[in-house]
């Protein structure tokens, strides 16, 4: 289930972004795709705006598909073409806190998540992925034992060091 994401939507869900929005783009690409690569989704995002130095309209990031407003338009249009142009349709998610955007995908077929809702899914993805990898670095007692008898430390070798 592919995600397409009105970015500028979920960039406004951080207060302040607006002082930054180069650095937002940035911070959201990166949540981005952790979520994805978390969720083993594909993820595009149409930003509104002109394209970033290091970005071009197309461009991959970390997984992350980048697309812009085409000039004189916004991300909500570029948005509605993708959709138009998407092959399969009731499987694609349409992150946007945009009414009229909504309803038109929603006309096409395409499920539409709120840009809200869609930010609290990626903290819980990766709250998820990072509890993951802090079970995976954890190391047993068992394989503790192990090692330290591989090593010749004994259960006395312990207590003397107390």
Same mark, same amino acid.
């Given at each position: 289930?592919?995600?397409?994401?009105?970015? $500028? $939507?979920?960039?406004?869900?951080?207060?302040?972004?607006?002082?930054?929005?180069? +650095?937002?783009?940035?911070?959201?690409?990166?949540?981005?795709?952790?979520?994805?690569?978390?969720?083993?989704?594909?993820?595009?995002?149409?930003?509104? +705006?002109?394209?970033?130095?290091?970005?071009?309209?197309?461009?991959?990031?970390?997984?992350?598909?980048?697309?812009?407003?085409? =000039?004189?338009? !916004?991300?909500?249009?570029?948005?509605?073409? #993708?959709? !138009?142009?998407? %092959?399969?349709? %009731?499987?694609?998610?349409?992150?946007?806190?945009?009414?009229?955007?909504?309803?038109?995908? =929603?006309?096409?077929?395409?499920?539409?998540?709120?840009? +809200?809702?869609?930010?609290?899914? #990626?903290?819980?993805?990766?709250?998820?992925?990072?509890?993951?990898?802090? !079970?995976?670095?954890?190391?047993? +007692?068992?394989?503790? $034992?192990?090692? #330290?008898?591989?090593?010749?430390?004994?259960?006395?070798?312990?207590?003397?060091?107390?």
């Amino acid at each position: 289930m592919p995600y397409l994401v009105d970015g $500028n $939507n979920v960039m406004a869900q951080r207060v302040g972004w607006h002082r930054d929005k180069p +650095g937002a783009r940035r911070a959201l690409l990166d949540e981005l795709s952790s979520f994805a690569q978390a969720r083993k989704v594909k993820v595009s995002v149409v930003f509104d +705006g002109a394209p970033e130095q290091h970005f071009a309209d197309g461009a991959g990031y970390r997984g992350i598909r980048v697309f812009y407003a085409e =000039r004189g338009s !916004d991300a909500d249009e570029r948005i509605k073409r #993708m959709v !138009d142009a998407a %092959r399969e349709r %009731r499987t694609l998610f349409i992150v946007t806190s945009d009414r009229a955007l909504a309803a038109y995908v =929603r006309r096409c077929g395409a499920q539409v998540i709120r840009s +809200g809702e869609f930010r609290q899914r #990626m903290q819980e993805a990766l709250a998820t992925e990072t509890a993951k990898e802090d !079970d995976r670095a954890s190391v047993s +007692g068992e394989d503790v $034992n192990k090692w #330290m008898r591989y090593f010749g430390v004994g259960e006395d070798d312990e207590e003397s060091d107390k």
